[in-house]
């Protein structure tokens, strides 16, 4: 906070692109028919993370699409392979929809996955999946996506397990200013519950490959945030989460290093 910039050398490892879901701001995401899926082995993971390791990083970020008939374990047991090889490395992994996902294709209620992902050597989850926490918005560009109830359950249950979590916003589509104002409220309350959330970051949209975008399936869908509505959304998340929040993430891999320069000096 202040003049004080942290970051954390990490890497991203997403291990499948299949996903059953058809959210219309994704590009990544593959049907199990498609020839472009992919779903890579535990073992593929795992040297990744070990590479990644000796190259110097400290944490993982594990996060995919949502594959059909996935074994409702796979979560559990792909954390616990990553950190019997590994030990040292910090395991940031699992958005609330695949934690959701998890629970339902075992059988294990959400507290009971979360403590067996904690047991297993979760550090962290990552707190997107979140978009717009508007229904109507989320009803209109992901019908089907885990709902903003369901979030706030995934959230605040990893709170009180002591599993911290990131939180975040996806913005430069159909939503309006209000609709930044409104998500923000509400992460402020739940941080004055749990006090746990480890940073807020703003995520604008891609819109080049995007499927709203692209194939024009969302009426109105904006060509992603303007420079003015980016540094905007990172101003008013620093005066409406103030210190409750401490750590307000820029993205200089979405946003570029001379953006994000000034974005440390608008709130971040």
Aim: glycine share 8%.
């Amino acid at each position: 906070v202040g003049d004080v910039v942290t970051f954390v050398v990490n890497r991203n490892v997403n291990f499948t692109n299949v996903c059953i879901k058809h959210c219309t701001f994704c590009a990544f995401s593959r049907d199990h028919r498609e020839e472009e899926g992919y779903f890579l082995p535990v073992a593929e993971v795992v040297r990744r993370v070990r590479e990644a390791s000796e190259l110097g990083a400290t944490e993982v970020c594990i996060q995919a699409g949502l594959p059909p008939k996935l074994d409702g374990r796979y979560y559990i047991d792909l954390t616990r392979a990553i950190k019997a090889a590994v030990p040292g490395v910090h395991v940031h992994a699992f958005s609330p929809e695949e934690v959701l996902y998890g629970s339902v294709r075992s059988g294990l209620p959400i507290r009971e996955y979360l403590a067996e992902l904690r047991e297993a050597g979760l550090g962290t989850l990552p707190g997107t999946s979140a978009e717009i926490l508007d229904q109507e918005i989320r009803d209109v560009i992901a019908r089907g996506r885990i709902t903003v109830d369901q979030w706030v359950d995934v959230i605040t249950t990893a709170h009180a397990l002591g599993i911290r979590t990131t939180s975040t916003i996806m913005y430069g589509h159909i939503e309006t200013p209000a609709h930044w104002a409104r998500h923000l409220a509400l992460l402020r309350s739940i941080q004055k519950d749990t006090g746990g959330f480890t940073e807020f970051v703003p995520l604008s949209l891609i819109h080049q490959e995007a499927p709203m975008y692209g194939k024009g399936l969302v009426p109105g869908v904006r060509p992603g945030a303007t420079g003015v509505e980016v540094v905007a959304l990172h101003a008013l998340a620093r005066l409406m989460l103030g210190a409750s929040v401490r750590n307000v993430q820029a993205s200089w891999v979405k946003e570029g290093p001379k953006l994000a320069q000034i974005l440390l000096d608008a709130g971040a």
